[in-house]
């Protein structure tokens, strides 16, 4: 039995150590060869993706916000600057229904409840002093705004909506945790000032407003001593005939 095996004439090709070309076929490279610099040399894989092109520009595209949400982050900026009382809240999977019942309730306490987008409240919130509050609004979330600061009310409605809870708060420009709101938001700053001003009247004897005016008036008395002196003096200079 003849068996026939094919081998190339003169040896094996050596790849990694090829031999140069012939004279006439080098020419034909070296005229070949392009002498325009390409396109994609020194280009990472994910620069000639196009796919990965085409997301990095819709990237740079939704960075771009449009006429419509700069309205709207304006409107959420000023009610965050004059509203006395904001809520942040957390709300889970809610019907339209019971967030209207929501609304009316809060509304009826003058007081609003909002949701927005990330993208608004980003767009808002950047490089303002609510910039603490941004990462509360990565999830679904709601916003009351007040024009009082009713703490009481606003816990009792929120406690009929058991898909609302209470995240965080704003009052007086300063940025409060759940219990600290509450806790602050139910004070009554009125008797708390009579207390206080009755406790320093009672350390001080009853004539602490006396004491602590002393210097001034006594000042304004004395001007006004040397005022009627002066004038005084006036009139007898010109009683005087000359």
Known sequence: ??????????????????????????????????????????????????KAINAVKKKELGKKYN???????????????????????????????????????????????????????????????????????????????????????LEKIIKKFPQVFLLAGILEGQLLSCDDFLRYGKMDLTTSRMHLVQLLQNAGGNNLNQQLTYHQSTLVARLKQIGINETTSDENEESVPV
């Open 1 to 50: 039995m003849i068996l026939y095996q094919q081998k190339r004439f003169r040896g094996k090709i050596n790849i990694q150590k090829p031999r140069k070309p012939f004279y006439f076929r080098g020419l034909v490279n070296e005229f070949l060869e392009p002498f325009y610099p390409a396109r994609n040399r020194n280009k990472e894989l994910e620069e000639l993706c196009h």
């Open 67 to 153: 006429p419509y949400q700069r309205i709207i982050a304006r409107e959420v900026r000023n009610s965050f600057d004059n509203s006395k009382l904001v809520a942040i809240c957390h709300q889970n999977s809610m019907t339209m229904e019971e967030v209207f019942e929501l609304r009316v309730a809060l509304k009826k306490a003058k007081m609003y409840y909002k949701q927005y987008s990330k993208t608004i409240m980003k767009l808002a919130l950047t490089d303002s002093p609510y910039t603490a509050t941004l990462p509360l609004y990565d999830v679904s979330h709601g916003i009351v705004f007040g024009s009082d600061t009713n703490v009481t009310v």
